[in-house]
């Protein structure tokens, strides 16, 4: 165990979430991060219907009776998809736990407090928290700029940004961007957190449904190897730095409109790239942690080793400081 207010709240064994992954977040990454005594995060509009939904927490159901969330990522589009179906395919499904993005969850709340589910929401900023916890959520994920796909537009590294709202917010604050391994645990919990959210590390794992390949370009990146794009249009988003990046970069910056990058932002070239491995077929979201990656273990041996290691510096490596 390595209990804290996070842990407590959704009767979990150690505070380390997988956060939502569109394409990633599927039945077998997310099973195996709870059966190891994390919170796995199955990624609902990663489902073509909701039924495929119910389906694919079936299949996740199959492999782990430990707790499970579903992160529904809230975007504000045009023609969006049917929300209250797939929140009636969570409750029907017996999901108890739901990571919330994108946008303020107020609209979802009322009905995800009636079927009793526990709301995590993930935002980019202390306002958004503080927003967030006013409206009810029962915990927060606290995204620094470090993140995988969207920072916001603030640029608050963790290091500021988690104190900042865990010295704000009354509720659990989960840390998210940057965390991979137990030195990010520890950390987080000296910065006040209750927990941390990983993205990119569970995305580099064997249960990942991504291309061998795409987890090798991972582990072979640094930190420098992300891009942000977008950021004219003030919706910025974390990717691999690839050709395709770099060219929506340079059209954006030279005056160039959504219009001008659709074809090349695709979410299917996206697609293409988890499915045959060629990173640089599309869009994909990445985080500055991947200069931290370099082995791809199981989902499980990540959320093991996290833990221990996080012991080990909280009760004996940082300890010697203090004794002198
Ligand atoms: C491939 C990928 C896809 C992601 N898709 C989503 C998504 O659909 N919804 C969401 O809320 N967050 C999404 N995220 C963000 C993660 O849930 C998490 O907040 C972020 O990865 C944390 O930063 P880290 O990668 O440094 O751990 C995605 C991240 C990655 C790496």
Redesign the pocket.
Known sequence: MLTTPFTELLGITYPIVQ??????GRAELAAAVSEAGGLGMI?A?TQPTPDDLRREIERARALTDKPLGV?L?ILPTIDPPPYDEYRRAIFDSGITIV?T??SNPAPHLDEFKRHGVTVIH?CTSVRHALKAEQVGVDAV?I?GF?????PGEDDIPGLILIPAATQRVNIPVIA?????DGRGLAAALALGADGI?????F?CTVESPIHQQIKEAIVAADELDTELIFRPLRNTARVAKNSVSTEVVEILEAGGSFPDVRELVAGARGRTVYETGDAQAGI??????QGLIDDIPTAGEVVTRTVAEARDILTSSLARFAAG
Not at 176 to 180: D, K, N, T, V
């Open positions: 956060g939502g992954m569109q394409w990633v990624t509009l992160n990522t990571e993005a994108g993930k994920s995204d470090e993140c995988a796909g969207h998210s961007g940057g965390f991979a959210n990983m993205g990119t590390r995305m994909w979201s990445v985080g500055l942690v």
